[in-house]
């Protein structure tokens, strides 16, 4: 849910980024951190374990710039990827605006990534939403592993109504950023919509 | 979709601040915020400068949204008042016509007494703003004129936005 505020003329929205755990929710967020203007960012915000797993959310705010005369703001947030943790999963997609599913290339998570994936569509179907009218996104992540399915095979599995994807290495930021683009563009032409 | 965008106009901005801006006198507190249950900051009032309050907001929304959880787990519909005590400073968060979230930030200069009984006042004021802001909202859809500020953006805008 998009917070249009005419007053201070600002236009919030929410974008969570989901997926099996370790498949680099977080290391997305972090490196949108490293890389943004200090003026552009708020501080990030991790709630994780002393592992470093993530708990309940990562959060990042971000301030892209103008738009007739309106500030445009996008809060980035990750959920917990670990299976046990599906209650706090549901939480953090209150309100969402648009969806990155991040998935973990390697062979072996192929299951893990099916897996989080019908769990995303089951806990936004429990808050009202259908993942098909949502402005949503895939990431191959980890394409720099050496175990890693081709995009094609992944696009079979994972993407079968054939929405945008991107190949991506959080961990360097290879299409990190072009990720990022594509799902606040498609949630700016969801809300020009006037959905 | 089960989506619809919170708009704030002018006229309720003020409305809440006044509201807030009385309550931050009359409690005695320290700041007062209102932030909506996605953890968007709506507004806030006091010494808001010594404070990230975007983290804030989020950080509030996730703690109601976690109590909401526990809530529902043992068969309540919500836990509307969340208190947090700490050494010098005190948070009493309170949820206002289920939609929005008020927080208000006091120390020892006030008790938690005096701000319960002044927030309570202030929530039906607010809950009056916030219902008014709504049947606003639909009934500007309905006539179909939804001024919203985007209706007449172009692919160029969106994509300086990332240039």
Do not use: W
């Amino acid at each position: 849910m998009s917070f249009i505020n005419y007053a201070s003329r600002e236009i919030n929205c929410k974008i969570v980024y989901y997926g099996p755990g370790l498949c680099g929710k977080t290391t997305n967020l972090q490196f949108i951190y490293q890389k943004t203007a200090p003026e552009a960012k708020g501080k990030m915000i991790s709630l994780a374990t002393e592992t470093e797993r993530t708990l309940f959310f990562d959060f990042l705010p971000l301030s892209l710039g103008e738009i007739r005369g309106f500030k445009t703001r996008f809060h980035l947030y990750t959920v917990p990827g670990q299976v046990f943790y599906d209650a706090s999963r549901k939480l953090i997609l209150k309100g969402v605006d648009g969806v990155v599913f991040v998935a973990d290339s390697q062979e072996e998570r192929i299951d893990a990534n099916i897996e989080s994936l019908e769990n995303l569509r089951i806990n936004l179907k429990e808050q009202g939403y259908d993942l098909d009218n949502l402005p949503y996104i895939i990431q191959y992540n980890k394409r720099d592993l050496p175990d890693v399915m081709t995009i094609e095979e992944l696009h079979r599995e994972l993407n079968p109504t054939n929405v945008p994807e991107f190949e991506a290495c959080a961990t360097t930021g290879e299409g990190v950023f072009e990720t990022l683009k594509a799902v606040a563009k498609l949630i700016l032409v969801d809300l020009k919509k006037g959905k | 979709m089960s989506n619809p965008t919170l708009v704030m106009y002018d006229e309720e901005f003020q409305e809440v601040n006044d509201v807030i801006g009385r309550l931050l006198t009359e409690a005695n507190a320290k700041v007062i915020f209102l932030v909506d249950k996605n953890g968007q900051l709506i507004s806030g009032v006091g010494e808001t400068d010594r404070f990230d309050t975007t983290s804030l907001a989020s950080l509030t929304a996730g703690n109601i949204a976690a109590t909401g959880g526990l809530a529902k787990l043992i068969g309540e519909k919500e836990f509307s008042i969340l208190f947090h005590e700490g050494e010098k400073d005190n948070l009493h968060i309170s949820i206002v016509g289920g939609r929005v979230i008020l927080v208000v930030l006091f120390d020892a200069r006030s008790s938690l007494g005096l701000v319960r009984l002044r927030v309570k006042k202030s929530s039906e004021e607010l809950s009056a703003i916030f219902a008014k802001l709504k049947k606003k909202s639909e009934e500007r859809e309905k006539r179909g004129s939804s001024d919203f500020p985007f209706a007449e953006i172009t692919d160029d805008d969106i994509d300086n936005l990332f240039s």
